[in-house]
């Protein structure tokens, strides 16, 4: 093998790799990057066995053969490097590759590429084309909401549903809820459980992508195609719980206020409340909010009072104020409408106004209220 690219080409190749690098002891040839030359482009694949990354770039060569090379000491010395012409060279008697630059010479040791893992194919597949940004609002309105909580690997992916047009992105940790909606142009019906680190992957990566995203998807993979990319992912096996069952439907008491002014409000108050509990009392009457949180271990508490638009009962109910804070700022309007049932029910957040076709709605759980 040998092919010649400016460093700065190369790190910049590699870099979005690096996240899905895999450290398994019993198979460590998944700490390498599998660097494949193929008619005078450059392959870099990455995996953990559950998600897989192949980003390409153009180079200078003839040759078409496969090398795996440690991932962390390629990415340290491209890093190393100002930017500049690099050329790389296998030498097949001691196994290694070498790498010239105007200054000096470099060896590290690779493998054989026939150890990696192979690339899932997907048979049966069917695909359909996303726009970018609907594909970037869906996943981050919904990605934050999604547990960690291992044992439950249905909720700790997000939801995604295709069907007359429209897209649904569903997520939940048992506490909140997102569902976003848009619509695309697409007559395919289905859905499926894409896990956290793929689609972690595609919002850091497609933050400067002007094009559509390719899906290809079967029963138990996907694939998301942009530019010269391709995220492969195998999707949680099992079925979503009911997220309309928990969504009230009966709510009469409609809140609204600037996004900003609530969120500051309860970044101040939740300083002093409870640091177990988080918990955060709304007291709503009339055209007034109270927003207060208390830690009686230490003796911190803290209120303060808002100007609201308000037409309802009265109420008073308790929430995690991590959560309302994780909410408020991932929505980015500029007032929003809580609208609430009953102290014991969940309270459901939408941005006061939606874009286009756009719907989000986000829900808390509340907690019971320590009086």
């Not at 996004?259 to 007034?288: A, P, W």
């Not at 909010?289 to 009686?296: C, L, Q, V």
């Amino acid at each position: 093998m040998k092919f010649i690219t400016s460093s700065e080409q190369l790190l910049n190749t590699i870099q979005p790799l690096i996240g899905i690098v895999g450290t398994n002891p019993a198979l460590p040839i998944i700490e390498n990057l599998l660097l494949e030359i193929d008619n005078g482009h450059l392959h870099v694949k990455a995996t953990d066995l559950e998600t897989t990354i192949i980003n390409s770039t153009a180079v200078e060569s003839d040759s078409n053969s496969s090398i795996a090379v440690n991932a962390k000491l390629l990415l340290d010395t491209l890093k190393a490097f100002p930017a500049q012409p690099l050329t790389f060279k296998t030498n097949e008697e001691t196994n290694t590759l070498e790498i010239s630059s105007e200054k000096g010479s470099y060896s590290l040791a690779y493998l054989n590429s026939d150890e990696f893992p192979n690339t899932p194919e997907l048979d049966d597949s069917k695909s359909t084309l996303l726009n970018i940004e609907t594909l970037k609002k869906g996943i981050k309105n919904t990605l934050f909401a999604t547990t960690n909580d291992e044992l439950r690997p249905v909720i700790s992916g997000v939801y995604v549903e295709i069907s007359n047009n429209k897209i649904l992105f569903v997520a939940t940790d048992a506490h909140k809820l997102v569902k976003y909606e848009n619509s695309i142009n697409s007559a395919e019906n289905t859905s499926f459980i894409v896990p956290k680190k793929p689609l972690q992957l595609l919002k850091n990566n497609l933050t400067d992508i002007d094009s559509e995203v390719k899906l290809q998807y079967n029963k138990t993979n996907a694939i998301f195609s942009f530019k010269n990319m391709h995220i492969y992912c195998r999707l949680v096996d099992g079925t979503y719980p009911n997220y309309e069952a928990v969504i009230p439907t009966e709510n009469p008491n409609i809140l609204s206020l600037e996004r900003d002014l609530l969120l500051n409000s309860l970044k101040r108050v939740s300083i002093f409340s409870n640091q177990t509990t988080r918990q955060i009392k709304f007291k709503i009457q009339g055209s007034e909010i109270n927003i207060s949180g208390e830690d009686i271990d230490f003796s911190n508490k803290a209120s303060e009072q808002l100007k609201c638009d308000y037409d309802g009962q009265d109420i008073e109910i308790g929430f995690n104020g991590k959560f309302l804070i994780e909410i408020l700022n991932t929505l980015e309007t500029k007032k929003i409408n809580m609208y609430f049932s009953s102290p014991s029910k969940a309270a459901i957040i939408k941005p006061e106004e939606n874009e286009g076709s756009e719907k989000i709605l986000m829900l808390v759980m509340p907690v019971m209220l320590n009086n």
